[in-house]
């Protein structure tokens, strides 16, 4: 089966900023309260402020943040700016130092109770797919699904393609139960599964 199912064009789209954001969108997650400005100005010099201001926006909206903010609507840059009273132009500064803008963001993470994932999670994450798989097959509907839940979650999301391989692994597992159910039905052949050691490998019934 295969491990990649998305198109480049997909792939892009999924990893980068929205091209076009709902003026509703963005009057509900791009809108920062007191507490927020107030968190956001502590950062020296505007272009520190704005990306901040803006990676904190975005991890609400998204669920992650994308490394380069510069291609964000205008819009959005320009409704962000007028809250913290900054010019949408130090935007291009913001970043020349890879360290402040991964600071920044774990302090957003920490700030809105979003975290990186577990092994652990990973794992459950495995078994709770499998089980959609179960139900719906779609490569896209299981990716969105899973994106969802780690949004709810507050879970950054991984990157694409780990994303893929895990829904890749979920629907072949799906496929071998849903034969191992439907194989006595059917008078089907006994399932048979192979397990590798240093002899080669042994069937398993």
């Known amino acids: 089966m295969p491990v ?15 091209s076009d954001i709902p003026e509703s969108d963005i009057i509900a997650f791009f809108t920062l309260s007191p507490a927020e400005i107030k968190l956001v100005k502590k950062q020296r010099g505007e272009h520190n402020k704005l990306g901040y201001g803006l990676q904190l926006c975005l991890l609400r909206y998204l669920g992650f943040s994308p490394d380069d903010l ?4 205008e819009p959005v840059t320009f409704y962000v700016s007028q809250q913290l009273n900054v010019a949408r132009v130090s935007l291009e500064l913001y970043g020349n130092r890879i360290p402040t803008r991964t600071e920044h963001l774990q302090e957003i993470q920490a700030y809105l109770g979003f975290h990186t994932a577990t092994q652990q999670e990973f794992d459950q994450f495995s078994h709770w797919l499998r089980n959609r798989a179960l139900e ?4 896209s509907l299981l990716l969105r699904l899973l994106c969802e839940k780690l949004y709810r ?5 991984p990157g694409i393609s780990r994303l893929e391989r895990l829904i890749a692994t979920a629907r072949s597992q799906a496929q071998s139960e849903t034969y191992k159910r439907l194989a006595p039905l059917l008078g089907l052949p006994v399932v048979i599964e192979q397990k590798t050691t ?3 490998p042994i069937l398993i019934s």
């Open 198 to 200: 240093n002899f080669g």
């Open 136 to 139: 719906h097959d779609k490569p």
């Open 153 to 157: 979650e507050k879970i950054i999301r």
């Open 4 to 18: 990649s199912f998305l198109t480049e064009k997909e792939r892009e789209r999924l990893q980068s900023l929205p």
């Open 70 to 73: 510069t291609p964000l609507p």
